[in-house]
């Protein structure tokens, strides 16, 4: 028997609001059988759940494919919900039940349908130039029984909105940051429940956010626009069949807020005694000497597109672990985990008493606060008291990066139970997970995991805590092969290289940072720029998602043209700015950029940008293009070896960069490959296996090792203590990965104040190595998304187990091993139905006796024993759990 499950829409489950008008659906196979697979599938799409009126058939379609079925010939229709389920034929033509019933809604699809207009508080109340937060309201009365309500709502600056005075919805830092001048997001809320029969009111506050805040350390503000506004549209369908909006017009009023100032960077400063209670109900009376009417601004709709991404919400709740008092007399919660949030605490004191909150990720090395590397954010948090006997608070508008948390002007009388971080992200669906025997590793993986919390925020930025918080394209691709194996990316990411392509340049230049709000607006570097071909072929491989690739592939294309066109030969890229290979601990006294040639890395990546939009020609069936990328890959490589390669075959930069780049991309013939990966080898060896490598260099490091016949040089640098390592920072107590290898030092001092981030996921990219080679788990581009999975654990010395499981669109992947002391082996896999798995048994060499629970490999079900390349024993198979045992030649591993 099996059944299907997990119905999903454009990746979400029950989504409300999306924009797609031809949206993919995808769903799981259950089955308790091995080898179990899809042979058809059917879909049915009702207006109602029952099914009484089904308006759309597939009709029993002969497919595998249980994943992105678009419904091409299916068209949805503005703010229409649709009910829909699945049922499927396995591999023995039998025939499952209907899935549960599951829905998707619509949002508001075009920019026309928005009927009000943009409001906002009148500049004789609120000048530009002014800080406080604007609320603005309205009453409205209902005229008949409702069947359902939805709210459409956005913003120019982020919104929170009440309904009878009740929070709507549970998502935080809406619309979310766009390219705004192309992109504003809008979200859609289903408030039916919230409607009073009588006197019902609409509420908002409004804060500056990436729209009107401060953004990037040159202090700019005002960015995209000096003035907040909001624009809302509530629905209401009535059970006799009429409709009626609500909108935003002259009719709302506006007031100040006890907001007084909210800034992403700076923190907020709230007066409790300017709250005015019960301000969104119909209850409250407006004092016509605070409450005045709203001005219409003048902003076009035709950037309003439904929200693509999910929402920021709050994702857990951390209490402190002490109270600390530092040699300065401060005194400082630490709760224990470097995180990305905002604090809750109540308090009791007089009116007009002030307490505050400063934000801090480290204390110095005589323990006290330390705050020097936020630069100019002053991460602070300002309550004034109105005085009743216990009051609570919480930010709307602003979020910090910190572990400790100095408290000013509080009673001399805490309990650590006053006080909750809420940890807020992006809500991404965890798929992943890694455990092994050494536990360092292990807090490595807990740092990595909690780079990606404290840094997917909307955006993928590069640090979470300074006068920064910039989406920077660099990172941001270095990363994305571990955030799509830790967490569901791909909605986060489709927004994100939407406003990257929108943001490109007409010459097809890539910007450093995503959205782009810095002065450099006509700057491309290598390796920052190739986002735009990596990003979104990265979440092609990872989920199977074609439909990012057609979205894309124009500006792919666009930026290898860019770099086509820089200097005068084509094949090479030796002009303009380049960040090179930054942070390269080689690089000379002072310099950011370490020492391996700018120009070889620019034509390097040059060359792996070109490869993929081949690639990509080659999935969307573009020949033509194919064969033209094709061509000019080919020229680009022999214009690197001209230029870099000696004719003995010899890398001519001397660096652990240079040497791994080279080999992971492929840009050498055999002759100066075995040459490259000798010098790396000798390299590490003269380096006392400590890598020297920057940003470029270092997520592939461990890859190529391993994928050379050095994976016990990839064990060594992992597991490597010392300065720089992967692990010294573990040992200095880090909870996430850190700017700078050594961001503290031996002596407890920091490095540079100016540039020292506590939380920056970037070199988190060796999470990438020890899921898809010590845990093993890995997908392949044929068959894109885990459709087909190979299991190819590499041991290595030091790691006596090592265990790794991911939630794909099929189901879960999983895959242990475990090696004794005499070199017994073991593997344990798990894969979900609908795939099939290669299985490549590690030191397993032909002619080893391998058993799947306990019988021989030629008498278990599901499995076919093959043999590959390297002669090691390996096994095809079906889905199902597996566990396998053989004798191996690995004592040296323990």
């Given amino acids: 028997m099996f059944k299907i499950v997990g119905l999903l829409c454009e990746y979400q489950q029950n989504p409300i609001g ?22 058809a599938y059917e879909i ?46 396995n591999q023995e033509r039998e025939e499952s039940a209907w899935s549960e019933t599951a829905f998707w809604e619509m949002g508001l699809l075009q920019p026309k349908e928005w009927t009000g207009n943009w409001i906002t508080a009148p500049l004789a109340l609120l000048p530009v130039e002014s800080e406080p937060s604007p609320m ?63 006197g019902n009111a ?123 008092v530092t040699a300065k007399g401060e005194r400082v919660l630490d709760f224990g985990q470097n995180m990305v949030g905002w604090v809750q605490f109540t308090v009791q004191g007089e009116p007009g008493a002030e307490v505050k909150l400063l934000h801090a990720e480290v204390l110095d090395h005589e323990g006290n606060f330390y705050t020097d590397n936020l630069r100019n954010a002053k991460q602070c948090i300002r309550y004034v008291l109105k005085g009743s006997e216990q009051e609570a608070y919480e930010p709307r508008f602003t979020f910090q990066g910190f572990r400790y948390v100095q408290l000013i002007g509080f009673p001399e009388t805490l309990a650590l139970d006053d006080f909750t971080g809420v940890v807020l992200h992006s809500d991404m669906k965890e798929t992943g997970q890694f455990e092994c025997s050494e536990p360092l590793v292990n807090q490595l993986q807990h740092n990595i995991k909690w780079g990606l919390k404290g840094n997917f925020l909307d955006v993928p930025t590069d640090c979470p805590q300074r006068d920064e918080r910039l989406g920077w394209t660099g990172d941001a691709q270095m990363f994305i092969q571990t955030a799509s194996y830790l967490s569901n990316v791909a909605p986060f990411f489709t927004k994100w290289v939407r406003d990257l392509a929108s943001d490109q340049g007409e010459d097809g230049g890539v910007p450093f940072v995503i959205p782009q709000v810095l002065a450099e607006k006509d700057s491309s570097s290598a390796a920052w720029g190739d986002a735009a071909v990596i990003c979104p072929w990265t979440i092609y491989v990872c989920y199977g998602d074609k439909r990012i690739l057609e979205e894309q592939y124009d500006s792919m294309k666009a930026w290898v043209s860019y770099i086509q066109r820089q200097g005068e030969n084509e094949f090479l890229w030796n002009t303009g700015f380049h960040f090179g290979d930054w942070l390269g601990l080689d690089a000379k006294s002072g310099d950011y950029v370490g020492a391996t040639d700018r120009d070889f890395i620019a034509t390097a990546f040059y060359a792996y940008s070109v490869s993929l939009v081949k690639k990509t020609a080659d999935v969307l069936n573009e020949a033509e293009d194919a064969a033209k990328y094709q061509e000019l890959y080919d020229k680009i490589v022999a214009a690197l070896r001209e230029e870099f390669v000696t004719a003995a075959g010899k890398l001519a930069i001397p660096t652990q ?55 016990d040089l ?13 692990l010294y920072p573990v040992t200095k107590g880090a909870t996430t990965i850190w700017e700078h290898w050594d961001g503290i030092k031996e002596d407890g001092s920091f490095w540079s104040k100016d540039m020292n981030s506590f939380n920056h996921y970037a070199y988190g990219a060796i999470g990438d190595w020890m899921y898809r080679v010590a845990a093993g788990i890995q997908t392949v581009e044929e068959a894109p998304g885990y459709k087909q999975i190979v299991i190819a654990p590499q041991p290595g010395e030091g790691i006596r187990w090592a265990e790794g499981s991911l939630e794909t669109l099929y189901g879960k992947v999983s895959s242990k091993w475990s090696c004794s002391e005499d070199g017994a082996f073991t593997l344990d896999v798990s894969i979900p139905p609908n795939t099939s798995a290669h299985i490549i048994f590690p030191d397993a060499a032909a002619g080893t006796v391998v058993t799947e629970s306990g019988a021989a490999l030629n008498e278990a079900a599901g499995i076919e024993v093959v043999t590959d390349e390297a002669a090691s024993i390996a096994v095809k198979a079906g889905s199902g759990s597996y566990s396998f045992a053989w004798q191996g030649v690995a004592a040296q591993l323990i």
């Fill in 202 to 324: 609409l509420g908002a506050y409004l804060g500056n956010g990436w729209y009107k805040g401060n953004l990037a350390w040159h202090e700019q503000k005002c960015l995209y626009g000096d003035r907040l506004a909001l624009l809302v549209q509530l629905r209401i369908e009535y059970e006799d069949g009429r409709t009626e909006l609500i909108v935003t017009d002259e009719s709302w009023k506006a007031a100040i807020s006890q907001i007084q100032l909210s800034e992403l960077y700076h923190g907020e400063t709230y007066d409790a005694r300017l709250e005015r209670a019960d301000w969104s109900t119909a209850a409250y009376h407006e004092p016509a000497s605070e409450w005045h009417a709203v001005e219409i601004l003048q902003h076009g709709k035709e950037m309003l597109k439904p929200q693509i991404n999910e929402p920021v919400r709050k994702q857990e709740h951390l209490k402190p672990i002490a109270l600390l």
């Fill in 18 to 39: 999306i924009g797609v008008t031809n949206p993919r659906l995808s769903w799981r196979m259950e089955s308790d059988e091995r080898a179990a697979a899809q042979s």
């Fill in 657 to 711: 960069t240079a040497h791994v780049l080279a080999l992971m991309f492929g840009l050498l013939d055999e002759k100066a490959e075995k040459r490259a990966i000798d010098k790396l080898s000798e390299l590490l060896e003269q380096s006392d296996f400590h890598l020297t490598t920057g940003f470029v260099g270092t997520p592939y490091l461990n890859h190529v090792l391993s994928l050379h016949g050095r994976n």
């Fill in 44 to 89: 049915e799409i009702a207006e109602d759940e029952g099914f009484a009126s089904i308006i759309w058939q597939s009709r029993r379609i002969e497919s595998e494919q249980s994943v992105h079925i678009e419904l091409a010939a299916f068209q949805s229709e503005s703010s229409k919900r649709y009910y829909y389920h699945v049922r499927a034929w």
């Fill in 136 to 198: 603005l309201r309205k009453t409205f009365e209902l005229t008949g029984k409702v069947k359902k309500a939805r709210l459409y709502a956005t913003a120019l600056g982020l919104y929170e909105l009440e309904l009878n005075g009740k929070r709507i919805g549970d998502s935080y830092f809406t619309p979310g940051w766009t390219s705004y001048s192309h992109t504003i997001q809008t979200q859609t809320y289903d408030v039916t429940e919230l409607l009073a029969a009588s």
């Fill in 714 to 726: 990839a064990y060594k640098l992992l597991l490597q203590q010392t300065y720089p390592s992967w």
